[in-house]
């Protein structure tokens, strides 16, 4: 006989939150789904010094926006 546990139909308990697809490649994390809107190739994640996207094809480079304006 085998037991099959009750499985409470919750749909899981953490909702299919955002994510994403991080492949960290030494210094650097590349983001397979972030594509550069400039010429469409996968963009490279760096997190020092400022937390930034940057393809390395064209040179595009957009900053993550965690520090949005000046809060006091
Ligand atoms: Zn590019």
């Not at 009750?6 to 308990?13: P, R, V």
């Not at 939150?17 to 590349?30: F, S, T, W």
């Amino acid at each position: 006989m085998v037991r099959v546990p009750s499985n409470k139909s919750k749909e899981g308990g953490v909702k299919a939150a955002v994510r994403l697809y991080y492949e960290i490649q030494g210094d650097q994390v590349v983001l397979k789904n972030k594509k550069c809107p400039r010429c469409g190739s996968v963009m490279a994640h760096h997190m020092k010094p400022v937390e930034r996207w940057h393809c390395g094809k064209c040179n595009y480079t957009e900053f993550v926006g965690s520090k949005t304006g000046t809060k006091k």
